[in-house]
């Protein structure tokens, strides 16, 4: 018995016939987008670990130079030294199409081409340990940005799989059963009352014949 | 063109100013949550949160997961690594297959 209330018309029944074509041919294709969002991200998801560890080890190496920086010198000197920086960073974002999911990539330009604008200070009140520290970060800005890029893109994509993969789900475990289990439904009531006309024909014929020809009082009278 | 901005406790943060990001210290979760909700609405591309902070933000901070832009990315603080940002990896990882099945071991 189908679950939900269908009428068994064969109008019905074509209508249902091809939502299961779609329905079948969309699980395929949403099966197919699932498979290959996974190898994808599969891919990326590992590099975006190693890329992680890598960042989170550089930050932590520049956290350290800066502790030490700033042991070896006053505050305001060091508030002084960084308030002011000379150096810009701008992003551009092209969008990358992975299995239609928008994904951003990052391209990072610096205001002015000079490596040594990143020390915004003069150097005759700060310490050496400072030019150190802020290098350590500038050398590690590169691997962040990639790693930003990376990390949002595994994001993006692992919400896309998730999506995709109820999708998928509820077609072949709803949707699909569903409509087959309402086609076959259709299918045998339509059946059911051809027959039950055929039979309500041979009756009449046969009440008709009766009629006609009084079979009956016939096999009486011998 | 979109900027990049840290947010985090001051200490954590400073030396990017020199690098030339935009840096945002934070004293309190209220002062973070409003100067966040202001940056990530602010044409800012990619927004470095430390770890500290982003625990105690981590609504808000879901809502922005799935969005195309910006890219929030957790940073460790001075203070130490607190390990959320590679939970946050091996989330998408989980959220993706249904388990961790990759970095699961480590």
């Given at each position: 018995?189908?679950?939900?209330?269908?009428?068994?018309t064969r109008m019905e029944l074509t209508r249902l016939k091809r939502k299961l074509v779609t329905a079948t041919r969309g699980h395929k294709?949403?099966?197919?987008?699932?498979?290959?969002?996974?190898?994808?991200?599969?891919?990326?998801?590992?590099?975006?670990?190693?890329?992680?560890?890598?960042?989170?080890?550089?930050?932590?190496?520049?956290?350290?130079?800066?502790?030490?920086?700033?042991?070896?010198?006053?505050?305001?000197?060091?508030?002084?030294?960084?308030?002011?920086?000379?150096?810009?960073?701008?992003?551009?974002?092209?969008?990358?199409?992975?299995?239609?999911?928008?994904?951003?990539?990052?391209?990072?330009?610096?205001?002015?081409?000079?490596?040594?604008?990143?020390?915004?200070?003069?150097?005759?009140?700060?310490?050496?340990?400072?030019?150190?520290?802020?290098?350590?970060?500038?050398?590690?800005?590169?691997?962040?940005?990639e790693l930003a890029q990376k990390e949002k893109a595994c994001q993006l994509l692992s919400s896309e799989i998730e999506k995709t993969r109820?999708?998928?789900?509820?077609?072949?475990?709803?949707?699909?059963?569903?409509?087959?289990?309402?086609?076959?439904?259709?299918?045998?009531?339509?059946?059911?009352?051809?027959?039950?006309?055929?039979?309500?024909?041979?009756?009449?014929?046969?009440?008709?014949?009766?009629?006609?020809?009084?079979?009956?009082?016939?096999?009486?009278?011998? | 063109?979109?900027?990049?901005?840290?947010?985090?406790?001051?200490?954590?943060?400073?030396?990017?100013?020199?690098?030339?990001?935009?840096?945002?210290?934070?004293?309190?979760?209220?002062?973070?949550?409003?100067?966040?909700?202001?940056?990530?609405?602010?044409?800012?591309?990619?927004?470095?949160?430390?770890?500290?902070?982003?625990?105690?933000?981590?609504?808000?901070?879901?809502?922005?997961?799935?969005?195309?832009?910006?890219?929030?990315?957790?940073?460790p603080g001075v203070s130490g690594n607190t390990g959320a940002g590679i939970a946050g990896v091996k989330k998408s990882v989980e959220q993706?297959?249904?388990?961790?099945?990759?970095?699961?071991?480590?």
């Amino acid at each position: 018995m189908a679950k939900t209330q269908v009428n068994p018309t064969r109008m019905e029944l074509t209508r249902l016939k091809r939502k299961l074509v779609t329905a079948t041919r969309g699980h395929k294709l949403l099966k197919d987008k699932r498979d290959e969002l996974m190898r994808q991200f599969l891919d990326m998801v590992r590099d975006n670990m190693a890329l992680r560890l890598r960042v989170e080890e550089g930050i932590k190496a520049a956290n350290t130079n800066f502790v030490i920086a700033k042991a070896s010198m006053s505050e305001e000197t060091l508030h002084t030294a960084l308030m002011a920086p000379k150096q810009e960073v701008y992003l551009e974002a092209s969008t990358k199409n992975v299995m239609s999911v928008d994904i951003p990539e990052f391209d990072y330009r610096t205001r002015t081409a000079d490596t040594n604008d990143i020390y915004s200070y003069g150097f005759a009140f700060t310490s050496g340990d400072l030019d150190d520290a802020v290098k350590s970060l500038a050398d590690i800005l590169p691997k962040m940005l990639e790693l930003a890029q990376k990390e949002k893109a595994c994001q993006l994509l692992s919400s896309e799989i998730e999506k995709t993969r109820r999708r998928v789900n509820a077609l072949e475990h709803v949707i699909i059963p569903e409509t087959q289990e309402n086609i076959k439904y259709i299918t045998m009531k339509l059946d059911e009352n051809e027959r039950s006309s055929q039979i309500r024909l041979l009756k009449v014929k046969d009440m008709m014949l009766e009629k006609a020809h009084h079979y009956q009082e016939k096999e009486v009278s011998w | 063109m979109y900027k990049v901005a840290v947010i985090g406790g001051y200490d954590s943060i400073y030396g990017f100013a020199a690098l030339g990001l935009d840096t945002y210290p934070v004293e309190n979760s209220a002062e973070g949550v409003k100067i966040f909700r202001q940056l990530a609405d602010g044409g800012y591309g990619v927004i470095y949160i430390t770890e500290a902070l982003a625990g105690e933000l981590s609504a808000e901070l879901e809502k922005y997961k799935e969005q195309y832009l910006p890219a929030v990315i957790q940073i460790p603080g001075v203070s130490g690594n607190t390990g959320a940002g590679i939970a946050g990896v091996k989330k998408s990882v989980e959220q993706a297959i249904g388990s961790d099945i990759i970095f699961g071991e480590q």
